[in-house]
């Protein structure tokens, strides 16, 4: 997990299409916060110029005729294991239920977004992501796990319950409350803990579980729920 961002949030933008990247370069580009440091019109940039430009967050496209946004989603993630932090992964798609877009997130996406966004949602969204806050809501989790069937429900229940198990029963909770969508102030509140202790324990379970951030988190506790 990064920590947040302090001056602009440096973004990397991949698209296979220029059109789409121009304009996303436009839109973000016009916010004060933002800076966007390259853009890739295929997966396989996608390494190289992240090792180059140590982007805050990266807009992938899902689908491009090379390397897909998936398979660079993984690569990042797989990056991410060998000490460097990887940066946040947002996922460009046109479905709301797609079996890429979920396994983008199991992967470590920390979310996704329909390319017919408005503007200034979109803005926000980064700058949400770029804070450490995930951008994909409980009902949107439960509605791609429920609609795309991407197969290994029984192993990944398995799986889940026995990660669970690694936890202290106060890690347990926060993690629950976390699937649940609770925001840090939120879990403080039912948990009778400071945001601080909090982030400490969120913090502590990605760490044990070898976890991106909470989207995973909250995947993690609806597959151990069978």
Known sequence: MRESVSGPIRVLIVDDDAMVRAGLSMILGGAGDMEIVAE????????????????????????MPGV????????LRARSTR??????????????????????????????????????????????VAAGEPILSPAVTRQLITHVSDGGAGDRTER????????????????????????????GR????????VKAHVSRILTKLDLNNRVQVALLVYDASG
């Open 40 to 63: 890739a019109g295929d997966g396989s940039e996608v390494p190289p110029l992240v090792a180059e430009h140590r982007p805050d967050v990266v807009l992938m496209d899902i689908r």
């Open 68 to 75: 897909d946004g998936l398979t660079a989603t993984e690569a």
């Open 83 to 128: 000490g460097a932090p990887p940066p946040e992964v947002v996922v460009l798609t046109t479905f709301h239920a797609d079996a890429q877009v979920l396994r983008a997130l199991r992967a470590g996406a920390a979310g996704f977004l329909l390319k017919d966004i408005a503007p200034a949602d979109l803005v926000e969204a980064i700058r949400k």
């Open 160 to 187: 889940a319950r026995k990660l669970l198990a690694r936890l202290s029963e106060r890690e347990r909770e926060v993690a629950l409350a976390v699937g649940q969508g609770r925001s840090n102030a939120e879990i």
């Open 190 to 197: 039912e948990l009778y803990m400071s945001v601080p202790t």
